[in-house]
Nanobody, 121 residues
Framework: QVQLVESGGGLVQPGGSLRLSCAAS????????MGWYRQAPGKQRELVAA???????NYADAVKGRFTISRDNAKNTVYLQMSSLRPEDTAVYYC???????????????WGQGTQVTVSS
């Protein structure tokens, strides 16, 4: 199972920016589609952005044009650049490896522990 460690969260004013990082253990990082999810208090966890092993991306409508997901397979790291932050972006942000078959082996999903992002003046 992949171990994921997020970093980069914090307190930021509305309109500000943050970059989240998620470092993965192991040698198979490049096979995974990686996702960033978030969970606000009292709400369900939701997908924010995802990037495939080929570099294709998709975003939740709420963050399109403001957030950018990227990955560096040489560093086993996925990033989430967040700009024009709003109070409604306040949440715990998690990264996740999506389950995948590699050859005949099934690799289940893994979650990081999360990093808090608070957008407030």
């Amino acid at each position: 199972q992949v171990q994921l460690v997020e970093s980069g969260g914090g307190l930021v004013q509305p309109g500000g920016s943050l970059r989240l990082s998620c470092a993965a253990s192991g040698s198979l990082f490049s096979i995974y589609t990686m996702g960033w999810y978030r969970q606000a208090p009292g709400k369900q966890r939701e997908l924010v952005a995802a990037i495939t092993n080929g570099g294709s991306t998709n975003y939740a409508d709420a963050v399109k044009g403001r957030f950018t997901i990227s990955r560096d397979n040489a560093k086993n790291t996925v990033y989430l650049q967040m700009s024009s932050l709003r109070p409604e972006d306040t949440a715990v942000y998690y990264c996740k490896t999506e389950p995948v078959y590699y050859g005949i082996t099934y690799y289940r999903d893994s979650w990081g522990q999360g990093t808090q992002v608070t957008v407030s003046s």
